[in-house]
């Protein structure tokens, strides 16, 4: 007992130093996005790739295996076994990845974002095709070596992501969405009924400020916090340090809105872990899935409800004056306009679930080798003619909308549907615990609703795999059922189908 | 000659990756005094402290002692021998120290601070009096521990910061100052005349828009940088991405001018260094003194002249209105008013020299065991009397008013004074060199001045040792002689005497 625990406390005093490392790479990519100059981008790739090839140093050390080792069948308390089963789940990963490629991909994203931008602003896709070409290459390098034996490439990639998740489950999980949301498309398409639209010239000073209030009734700590401007909004960062970026368009004062409430249910999860373990590996989030859950939840569960529009309303009047929208009701049907569109990002919650559909299958055809980067851009036409029933007007609002691929994000595009799938079921849930939760909302008190949250979610942290926090919260296994049930009667309702 | 090349590629694709992690540590510096949330320093110390071990390990690799080995006598083009010469010696200085000295010193610098502030704040020396000693018995030990064979300790102090370079040296540069300096002072004083001051509300926009101004037509490329406000301005980074910081007093608009232009010097050097070898020891800066002497020549040389005055006045009008500054002379006599005062960062050309001076016996002494820290505000106290015809009124304006010992910066003082020596000797080769270089400055075309500069000591970072810098650039050893000509010059003239 006591050799296993010195060698745990060694252990874990090298991870936490390891994980402060990573959040130095968190520092360094918020930098560049938000304030680093724009010539900077070279040198940078040098120093994030510097850092990243220091952080995979660590997390190759031979003492690992021979702390874990020493740890072996040892009786330790719970939470320094999880952390050893993180350790060493992560530690096999990291091993197999050979130091030259963690260098080669750290590099390889930090440019590719760049050249991303330009070919987007360009609107041609062969300017980004070579450097997605060498991404795809060296992902699916990466793939092979991280995969467990038996393991497929895209498995590889999403377990990275979604730790213990196999396309075997996801791919069931949504499918099992595609029919009641197209069907749902279809018969709101056919209603002919529109919703209204905010109508004005919205200022940007006016829309932040807003967003600001609306972040900190939703519980951000702006003391532990900050928001400014990107051209893709994100959240980064732990515990007293998480902030979370926007953007404005002066003619509508839903984007940056609803962007700030989805990052800031990123960024509620992550300042209310525990923060004597935000160092350790069962002290992070549990996946991608469950943290796009907490946001989802909250941009439309919440953000997006009858009861939130009534408290929003008087705010929105406040801050914009007349925008046409006589009451609350007609800020309600403003927020849950359905409209088929090109962009992801912009998609309301109908589409949404179809847009990451189409992404998941293309980035798994590439990964798996069933499709070339040259096929790629019709690849994606030809899905989003047959899946929105629309063309795709051009390579910036097709295949170049998204930042992901560009930085080797393969097999993250899935963890947002298994966002909507367990914001779905949590939500269902959290109102059959919560009595007047619709009252609460509608009055803007939205403390027990972040407490029910923490409590479930927030503060286990990664104490338990992912799968359990939702099938714990919610009594069960999750499923689509929840979230097919939660869009049909709610747009059923609005559309009067 | 194969196997020398194969140990040194390895040797520099090492340090190139420990220099881009050095980097990383700027821009966490830069982050932490600009952008980051208040509640997120004990997170960023955690960061900081990671980041500046995965450095050390690098920096003591044991692969080094072997690759240098495999070096040793070995033929190298000139500028792999200069990078090895610079490895070498940095890895003789850091392995000389013991890692529980290394230990006690980081312990004694990151305690010894808030001692220092709290100190200060009571305005009682013997309240630091305990942590000062035990600073310098660990810097003492330091200097043992670090010096080559014969070398003094203070000497070994120095070196740190500007490299190669000995009391025997610099003592008698500082004291070619003394006399000269206190008798202008006198003079000055005895004249009776006094320079105006520019009067009325000066807005930080304003301010801030003519720092930029003034900035880029220095040849600052904001495209590679950025200026942020602070508490303390400071510069930081390299190549394309080199971020200066200001602070705004809306009752003065010289302080944010003059700290703009002083830490633009810092950065044009920066920022001009060549591109190909900014990972490289011998890319880097060549000695703290020379980084000195570019910010102080735009400072003073160039910035507090007759003829930037010229181009300054009418931007300065336009700036802020009626100053009661009637013309450009009126300008350039409110740019240079020497006044006695305690404080040495708010000193004048005339003055700042003595403050340099006083601090750099004092410390040495300290340091080679000649002054004990209980008789050491007693020695300052003498001394400025002496130097300044004043007493020191209390600790905080005395003994107590600078950080540096604190931090266990000994050594770190004089490279200020070498600054200024090395900025006149530079200056009047400029002069030299430059024909109608008063008539380009008065029209704003600094182009020339920036040119010049960059070939004779920005493009040559640390190909050379400093001294060599400013020695072939002026074509002799440098003297404090260039540095007393011009102050003489201009400020009996201005006063005249």
Same mark, same amino acid.
Request: hydrophobic share 45%; no cysteine; charged share 25%.
């Given at each position: 007992m006591t050799d296993a625990m010195t060698a745990y406390d060694r252990l874990i005093a090298h991870v936490r130093q390891t994980t402060a490392l990573d959040q130095v790479s968190g520092v360094l990519m918020w930098d560049q996005e938000v304030v680093m100059p724009p010539d900077g981008a070279a040198q940078r790739a040098e120093q994030a790739a510097a850092l990243k090839t220091a952080a995979h140093e660590r997390? *190759? /050390?031979p003492l690992i295996a021979d702390w874990l080792a020493a740890l072996d069948g040892a009786e330790l308390p719970a939470a320094a076994a999880r952390n050893v089963a993180l350790i060493s789940r992560a530690h %096999? $990963?990291? *091993? $197999?990845?050979?130091a030259a490629l963690a260098g080669a991909l750290a590099h390889a994203a930090s440019t590719g974002w760049g050249v991303w931008v330009a070919a987007r602003a360009a609107n041609r896709f062969? /300017? +980004?095709a070579p450097t997605l070409e060498r991404m795809v290459a060296l992902k699916r390098e990466h793939a092979a070596a991280m995969a467990a034996p038996g393991q497929g490439l895209y498995d590889a990639l999403l377990d990275e992501f979604e730790p213990g998740m196999t396309g075997a489950v996801l791919m069931p999980m949504l499918e099992g969405l595609r029919a009641p949301l197209s069907e749902l498309r279809a018969a709101i398409a056919a209603s002919g009924r529109q919703m209204p639209t905010p109508r004005g010239h919205f200022p940007a000073a006016a829309q932040l400020a807003l967003s600001k209030t609306v972040a900190t009734a939703f519980g951000y700590r702006l003391s532990a916090g900050r928001i400014d401007l990107t051209v893709h909004p994100f959240c980064v960062g732990s515990g007293k340090d998480v902030r979370i970026t926007t953007r404005v368009d002066e003619d509508d004062p839903l984007g940056c809105l609803f962007s700030v409430i989805h990052e800031v249910g990123h960024a509620v999860y992550n300042q209310n872990m525990p923060e004597a373990t935000l160092l350790e590996p069962a002290g992070q989030y549990a996946s991608m899935g469950v943290h796009e859950s907490q946001s989802r939840m909250l941009e439309n569960q919440i953000g997006r409800s009858a009861a939130f529009s009534e408290w929003l309303a008087p705010h929105? $009047?406040?801050s914009f004056g007349d925008t046409g929208l006589a009451d609350a009701d007609a800020l309600y049907r403003a927020l849950n306009r359905v409209e088929t569109g090109c962009i992801r990002t912009e998609a309301d919650e109908v589409h949404y679930n179809l847009h990451i559909l189409l992404r998941t299958r293309l980035e798994a055809d590439l990964i798996e080798g069933r499709l070339e980067v040259s096929d790629l851009e019709e690849a994606w036409n030809d899905a989003f003619q047959r899946d929105f029933g629309v063309p795709v007007p051009d390579a910036a609002r097709g295949v170049l909308q998204d930042t992901h691929w560009s930085q080797g994000l393969f097999g993250y595009f899935p963890t947002y549907s @298994? !966002?909507?799938i367990y914001a779905a079921e949590l939500f269902a849930a959290m109102r059959a615990e919560i009595p007047g939760i619709d009252g @609460?909302? %509608?009055? !803007? /008190? +939205?403390?027990? @609703?972040t407490d029910w949250l923490t409590e479930k979610v927030?503060?286990?942290? %990664? *104490?338990v795999p992912p799968e359990?926090?939702?099938a714990q919260a919610i009594g069960r296994a999750p499923g689509p059922e929840a979230l097919v049930s939660y869009l049909q009667a709610k747009f059923g309702a609005l559309y009067g189908i």
């Open positions: 997390k *190759t /050390d %096999a $990963r990291a *091993t $197999r990845v050979p062969a /300017d +980004f929105f $009047r406040e @298994l !966002g909507n @609460l909302i %509608a009055e !803007g /008190d +939205f403390g027990p @609703l927030h503060a286990r942290a %990664a *104490t359990q926090i939702v």
